[in-house]
């Protein structure tokens, strides 16, 4: 058979089809997950590869931004700040947690269009800080339309031990979902190669994945859902919604002090 060589637009598509696609993240990521003695903590959020560090996305100012504490919402959208990061607009706040028990950040982005992929983004992110090292309130649902309910507490998490959860939908398990797992990266680890940067799991029959971190430091865990209803693209067509559910989870080394 004769070879035809390859046209340049032709071979750079081949090249991007062949390659893996970049696992986008929304990070929510707080100073620290637990505040022995209450007080101060600040709240990261970034549009971005975890592993790779960066590209980092343009984010919108949040649609939601809140925290959920003893059965109620606040609201915190008044209280950020754009804080550009390469730039590209990020954002940040700053609060106290003066009283015990968990609390549980959220946030729910502007839908971000990848025309990569041909679809809208939409990553429900949330996290946990323990005020007082409580270990209570850890287990309360936000409510969001998609959702990672904890079934190991996601604070005071030793590295190497098991986190477990259930991927939700509109408060239903969804079967067999598909979990995709970063690392926060700070330039110290180097992957052998692609398939090592994001992690692939999928959940059971109920909705329930586990998942053991081998490395300190925050872990991200996107379970990511095909929403219900279409959005109009910027070329004008129907496109399908990628809904996720992510939830971050720190672990620590244990030490001999």
């Known amino acids: 058979m004769r070879h035809v060589p390859l046209s340049l637009p032709a071979f750079a598509l081949c090249a991007f089809l062949a390659?893996?696609?970049?696992?986008?993240?929304?990070?929510?990521?707080?100073?620290?997950?637990?505040?022995?003695?209450?007080?101060?903590?600040k709240i990261n959020l970034v549009f971005t590869h975890p592993f790779e560090g960066g590209?980092?996305?343009?984010?919108?100012?949040?649609?939601?931004?809140?925290?959920?504490?003893d059965g109620s919402v606040t609201d915190l959208l008044p209280q950020?700040?754009?804080?550009?990061?390469?730039?590209?607009?990020?954002?940040?706040?700053d609060t106290s947690l003066d009283e015990p028990g968990a609390s549980i950040f959220f946030v729910e982005p502007?839908?971000?269009?990848?025309?990569?992929?041909?679809?809208?983004?939409?990553?429900?992110?949330?996290?946990?800080?323990?005020?007082?090292?409580?270990?209570?309130?850890?287990?309360?649902?936000v409510g969001l339309p998609v959702e990672i309910e904890p079934l190991t507490r996601p604070t005071g998490i030793w590295t190497g031990n098991l986190f477990s959860g259930v991927v939700l939908k509109g408060g239903e398990p969804v079967p067999f979902a598909e979990i995709e797992v970063e690392f926060v990266n700070d330039g110290s680890i180097t992957a052998p190669n692609d398939a090592f940067i994001t992690q692939v799991i999928k959940a059971d029959a109920n909705g329930t994945f586990t998942y053991a971190m081998p490395r300190a430091g925050w872990w991200?865990?996107?379970?990511?859902?095909?929403?219900?209803?279409?959005?109009?693209?910027?070329?004008?067509?129907?496109?399908?919604?990628?809904?996720?559910?992510?939830?971050?989870?720190?672990?620590t080394d244990m030490s001999g002090k």
């Open 110 to 141: 502007q839908p971000y269009w990848e025309p990569a992929e041909g679809k809208y983004i939409v990553h429900y992110a949330k996290v946990i800080v323990d005020s007082y090292a409580s270990g209570e309130g850890w287990d309360e649902l």
């Open 80 to 93: 950020l700040k754009e804080t550009p990061i390469d730039g590209k607009a990020a954002w940040s706040l």
């Open 19 to 41: 390659s893996p696609a970049l696992a986008h993240f929304q990070e929510i990521i707080p100073s620290a997950d637990i505040l022995p003695d209450g007080g101060d903590v």
């Open 220 to 251: 991200g865990f996107a379970a990511l859902i095909e929403g219900g209803t279409p959005m109009t693209s910027p070329q004008g067509k129907q496109v399908p919604v990628e809904q996720g559910a992510l939830i971050w989870i720190k672990t």
């Open 55 to 69: 590209p980092v996305m343009e984010m919108q100012k949040p649609a939601q931004m809140g925290v959920f504490k």
